[in-house]
């Protein structure tokens, strides 16, 4: 609570002072889901979504998914049911513990769409991720982990990520609507490979998202 109260504190002497408006930037993200029955004709995902996007902006001691890492519970849950409700309790947590600053969600789409969400990112707090459902699946994902919006002592002003389709490692089905079949023990978290996802030019993104600096 205290450590909200000297956010807001914060977030307001910025607007007071000029001085103290580099210390954080406000950043809009948008995410274009470009996924689409003529995009990746390989089988029919009936209704296919984004789920509800979740992201945080933190520092470098919280990684929100990375490859080859092993999928938290809540990444699994966003993952495998779209939700993120157990993965805001991790953050959350993360949270207090210093790792985190603000926490952004957005509501799910259809696909072919976009989401956006805004944030405030901080020098303390100046990476962002966030994750979102490849839906319906077995446990996919797409999202972008630790952006550095800090560079060089400087905001970035504009960020384009390519999304991904990411396999979280904790559900071994291959096709969209495959029964839940837990995959034990868990695998860390892989690029999607598979054949929904896979063409001859190589893997193909469900995807693109920018991250572009706003007036405050
Ligand atoms: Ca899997």
């Known amino acids: 609570m205290v450590f909200r109260f000297l956010l807001t504190l914060a977030a307001s002497m910025a607007l007071a002072s000029p001085a103290f408006s580099q210390e954080s930037a406000q950043y809009r993200l948008d ?22 996007m979740r992201g945080a902006t933190h520092n470098s001691r919280y990684t929100l998914f990375g490859d080859g890492r092993t999928a938290s519970s809540g990444l699994q849950s966003v993952a495998e049911r779209g939700r993120t409700d157990l993965l805001l309790l991790e953050m959350e947590d993360a949270r207090e513990r210093g790792r985190l600053g603000e926490i952004f969600d957005a509501p799910g789409i259809g696909v072919p769409g976009t989401m956006s969400a805004t944030f405030t990112a901080t020098e303390k707090y100046s990476l962002a991720s966030f994750a ?59 690029l999607l490979a598979a054949p929904n996802f896979l063409y001859p030019e190589g893997l193909r993104p469900v995807g693109t998202a920018t991250m572009v600096q706003i007036e405050e």
């Open 31 to 52: 995410i274009h889901a470009t996924w689409s029955l003529e995009t990746h004709p390989f089988e029919y995902a009936p209704g296919a979504h984004f789920s509800r």
């Open 132 to 190: 979102t459902m490849v839906a319906p699946s077995p446990d996919w994902f797409t999202g972008a982990a630790s952006v550095p919006l800090f560079v060089d002592g400087k905001w970035v002003e504009r960020v384009e990520l390519t999304l991904w389709a990411w396999d979280a490692g904790t559900d071994s089905g291959t096709t969209w609507t495959a029964d839940n079949a837990e995959t034990q023990p868990r695998q860390s978290i892989r």
